[in-house]
């Protein structure tokens, strides 16, 4: 009688894997396991934080954040008194932080940009000029550069009662400078003032279509359609017919002096010009050096060939060089934008409320030791979180489709 083997009737001849060699099953359990290890640290340190909390017979919970605060704090752009609840002024920190943030990315980048260009220039004075300035803001903490601009800087400047002796022998003055900030006339936005804003959304959304249209164009034909013009057209002139069409809503509120200080207008205090300056060139020396990095990852031939066809040095080094050199610069530049947001909370040195300064006087005044460290851990998670999201999203816009 002949035996039947089961290969030939169909059945798998693969040898049969023991689940433990399995890639699939591996990966997944040590995920899993991974997951668990993190759940279970997280589970004792929080047991263990109220275990402590209830032998001190301290409560724990955010039902505090509906406390009143009971402080003033100097710099608010919303609404603030100090009646207004801890969660209130939590806020206005969570916003000068964002401010200090969003102004600092913008003015790092484009000092940078500069600076990092001028590192490769042909002109001696400045490419060793940018050197200077890249070797001395890298060599030196961020917290002594604040220092710097705050006490070495900001606070040499004229004293307010100077400012009052300028302001009767110029009574047309509407901007002061003086060592307790920059007073400016603060803008009082009319009723009509909602259909401008409307009117410039409009414009830079039409902006954007328009440049990625004259970017597909240029694409497909060579061609590329005037940009710089029609963006302005579009973001300046349109709003401003609409202004005057409403009636120019706009006003403005001067700032005039005082008994002891200037009443009225709108005033940037040295806090945040400090923190401003110094996280803005600090992360400017760095980002300088990735974009001279990236220029440098550039083949030459890419140059050679862009001034084989008669484009001049600037616009091979906007049109050529610059996009091909994002695709470098763009990771290590995530990396800067999360340091630059971070190192913000070294405003607390010089007294600027920001989330970590009143997150420190509400800890102080309610003992909530846990919470506050643990909304401060949340916050800066979930900015680094977004700001990470968005950089990788544009360093996938930027890189290269194959064909």
Request: aromatic letters at 12%; charged letters at 10%.
């Amino acid at each position: 009688m002949a035996v039947t083997d089961a290969r030939t009737q169909g059945g798998d001849d693969r040898p049969k894997v023991s689940l433990i060699y399995n890639q699939a099953f591996r990966r997944a359990a040590y995920q899993a396991l991974t997951l668990a290890i993190i759940a279970w640290v997280i589970y004792f340190a929080w047991n263990n934080a109220a275990q402590n909390l209830a032998r001190a017979n301290m409560t724990s919970g955010f039902g505090f954040l509906n406390s009143r605060a009971g402080f003033d704090i100097s710099q608010a752009l919303i609404a603030y008194s100090s009646d207004s609840t801890y969660l209130r002024a939590l806020q206005v920190g969570l916003i000068n932080t964002l401010v200090v943030g969003f102004f600092g990315i913008i003015t790092a980048t484009i000092v940078g940009l500069l600076v990092g260009i001028g590192r490769l220039s042909h002109n001696w004075l400045i490419a060793r000029l940018s050197t200077v300035y890249v070797e001395i803001f890298r060599n030196i903490p961020p917290l002594l550069v604040i220092f710097f601009w705050y006490l070495g800087v900001l606070a040499l400047l004229p004293a307010i009662r100077t400012i009052f002796e300028h302001v009767k022998d110029n009574p047309d003055a509407v901007f002061f400078i003086s060592n307790r900030g920059i007073y400016m006339p603060a803008p009082v936005f009319g009723d009509g003032f909602v259909y401008v804003a409307a009117a410039f959304l409009a414009g830079l959304i039409g902006a954007i279509l328009y440049t990625i249209w004259a970017n597909r164009r240029q694409l497909a034909t060579g061609l590329r359609p005037p940009v710089l013009w029609v963006n302005l057209a579009l973001m300046v002139l349109l709003p401003l017919a609409v202004f005057l069409a409403v009636g120019a809503p706009l006003s403005f509120d001067y700032p005039i002096p005082g008994s002891f200080n200037m009443r009225g207008g709108m005033v940037i205090g040295p806090e945040f010009l400090a923190l401003y300056l110094a996280l803005s060139l600090y992360t400017a020396s760095f980002i300088a050096e990735i974009v001279r990095a990236g220029i440098r990852g550039v083949p030459k031939g890419q140059t050679e060939a862009a001034y084989a066809l008669g484009l001049r040095p600037g616009l091979t080094t906007r049109l050529v060089v610059l996009p091909q050199a994002l695709r470098i610069i763009i990771p290590p530049l995530t990396s800067q934008y999360l340091n630059l947001i971070k190192n913000s909370s070294l405003a607390v040195a010089v007294g600027y409320a920001d989330l970590v300064a009143v997150g420190g006087t509400i800890l102080n005044q309610s003992g909530k030791a846990v919470e506050i460290i643990a909304i401060w851990m949340m916050i800066y998670v979930t900015i680094s979180l977004v700001t990470s999201l968005f950089m990788n999203w544009f360093n996938a816009k930027m890189a290269l489709v194959e064909r």
